[in-house]
T-cell receptor, first 118, second 115 residues
Framework: EAGVAQSPRYKIIEKRQSVAFWCNPI?????LYWYQQILGQGPKLLIQ????????DSQLPKDRFSAERLKGVDSTLKIQPAKLEDSAVYLC????????????????FGPGTRLTVL | GIQVEQSPPDLILQEGANSTLRCNFS?????LQWFHQNPWGQLINLFY???GTKQNGRLSATTVATERYSLLYISSSQTTDSGVYFC?????????????????FGQGTILTVHP
């Protein structure tokens, strides 16, 4: 079974530029998450999708960050314009969601995109 | 929100030694996961363990949900065990009592195993 795919793996941009990250979750997983991991810290949730609907975006800086999950499969996360403090690893994760009458929320992570803003 | 504390923050071992990592959390949880983040940044699933005990090779984990802690045991450590170990908990529920699934991570334990 293929894991969570992310691209690009690395990105270097100047501040005020735009950047987009792509995620393809594990096949059949209904729930998709974007996390931000700053060096030396644990990942922090930015946004969570259930199929193509947003469940939680309370920690997403909406003045500069946006995300979408069209058709309930792939997702893109965009930053426009980027700031120096956005330098971090952006991790995508997915979980099965509802299986029969229960929810399975074990999350599986992709390799991440390391963003450097200069 | 829920607080997740991991200890110790750093751990240095000789190959072959055993170790115990601890995760304390401040509220009841729906689920708990342990991850190993390797030097390339990949988060590798170790255990999905909201309660009870599980074992996988040299690793085992125990979660005592009523006392709000989880332990990760590493036996006969190897250099490839080096990296950061994260505990993460899912504590949110909607009005219907269903878990949202959002994970809150601890700060991690940095493990270094020397040959």
């Amino acid at each position: 079974e293929a894991g969570v795919a992310q691209s690009p793996r690395y990105k270097i941009i100047e501040k005020r530029q735009s950047v987009a990250f792509w995620c393809n979750p594990i096949s059949g997983h209904a729930t998709l998450y974007w996390y931000q991991q700053i060096l030396g810290q644990g990942p922090k949730l930015l946004i969570q999708f259930q199929n193509n609907g947003v469940v939680d975006d309370s920690q997403l800086p909406k003045d500069r960050f946006s995300a979408e999950r069209l058709k309930g499969v792939d997702s893109t996360l965009k930053i426009q314009p980027a700031k120096l403090e956005d330098s971090a690893v952006y991790l995508c994760a997915s979980s099965p969601g509802r299986l029969g009458t229960s929810f399975v929320n074990e999350q599986f992570f992709g390799p991440g995109t390391r963003l450097t803003v200069l | 929100g829920i607080q997740v504390e991991q200890s110790p923050p750093d751990l240095i071992l000789q190959e072959g030694a055993n170790s115990t990592l601890r995760c304390n959390f401040s509220d009841s949880v729906n689920n708990l996961q342990w991850f190993h983040q390797n030097p390339w940044g990949q988060l590798i699933n170790l255990f999905y363990i909201p309660s009870g005990t599980k074992q996988n090779g040299r690793l085992s984990a125990t979660t005592v949900a009523t006392e709000r802690y989880s332990l990760l045991y590493i036996s006969s450590s190897q250099t490839t065990d080096s990296g950061v170990y994260f505990c993460a908990v899912d504590s949110d529920k909607n009005a219907g009592g269903t878990s949202y699934g959002k994970l809150t991570f601890g700060q991690g334990t940095i493990l270094t195993v020397h040959p």
